[in-house]
T-cell receptor
Framework: DAKTTQPPSMDCAEGRAANLPCNHS???????VYWYRQIHSQGPQYIIH???NNETNEMASLIITEDRKSSTLILPHATLRDTAVYYC????????????FGSGTQLTVLP | GAGVSQSPRYKVAKRGQDVALRCDPI?????LFWYQQALGQGPEFLTY????????KSGLPSDRFFAERPEGSVSTLKIQRTQQEDSAVYLC?????????????????FGAGSRLTVL
């Protein structure tokens, strides 16, 4: 699976949008971009995934660049409960294989 | 059930003891995964089941680690002769199908984990 690169930490003010970047320059054509997050003392939680089109759900939006070499996860109105480690993962379509986690980005939402 | 359930949530073992960690996946989920997460690190893959078949155990760190899923639902991760370096959170995840078809069905749902401390 393609490797991803994320900043180790970010801060965001409560109520503002949190934009979390991810680089995946070696992504191949059949690999999806997945985002998970892990709140302290909990298991990772699925947020969103996409292939090449932008995606939005009740939790977040995912913006994937046209060349697919990078993406941004957007939390439109961050709350204190969004403080967590956010993982960006690429994975082949239809794969039942395991997710490969990197170090992720520690997002801290400040009051 | 509504989610992936793991037990015990916390386990303290003396070095050399055997431990067993249980995972109840979401009912009907075909795939089941075990991960190990050391403090401050991302989860590391241990092993993967599709129904009762263990299709990948490449992440198991030693032959002291053994996992089973005999009836294709509940799974147990067993660690024999525990060592201090085995101290970690052990995460279980399940997904609906075992490959192919829609990528959405391959979303993994994780349990809260079992925190093992070896003294």
């Amino acid at each position: 699976d393609a490797k991803t690169t994320q900043p180790p930490s970010m801060d965001c003010a409560e109520g503002r949008a949190a934009n979390l970047p991810c680089n995946h320059s070696t992504i191949s054509g059949n690999e999806y971009v997945y985002w998970y997050r892990q709140i302290h003392s909990q298991g990772p939680q699925y947020i969103i995934h996409g292939l090449k089109n932008n995606e939005t759900n009740e939790m977040a939006s995912l913006i994937i660049t046209e060349d697919r070499k990078s993406s941004t996860l957007i939390l439109p109105h961050a709350t204190l409960r969004d403080t967590a480690v956010y993982y960006c993962i690429v994975r082949p379509s239809g794969s039942a294989r395991q997710l490969t986690f990197g170090s992720g980005t520690q997002l801290t939402v400040l009051p | 059930g509504a989610g992936v359930s793991q037990s015990p949530r916390y386990k303290v073992a003396k070095r050399g003891q055997d431990v067993a960690l249980r995972c109840d996946p979401i009912s009907g989920h075909v795939s089941l995964f075990w991960y190990q997460q050391a403090l401050g690190q991302g989860p590391e893959f241990l092993t993967y089941f599709q129904n009762e078949a263990q299709l990948d155990k490449s992440g198991l760190p030693s032959d002291r680690f053994f996992a089973e899923r005999p009836e294709g639902s509940v799974s147990t991760l067993k660690i024999q002769r525990t060592q201090q370096e085995d101290s970690a959170v052990y995460l279980c995840a399940s997904s609906l199908i075992g490959g192919g078809r829609s990528s959405g069905a391959n979303v993994l749902t994780f349990g809260a984990g079992s925190r093992l401390t070896v003294l």
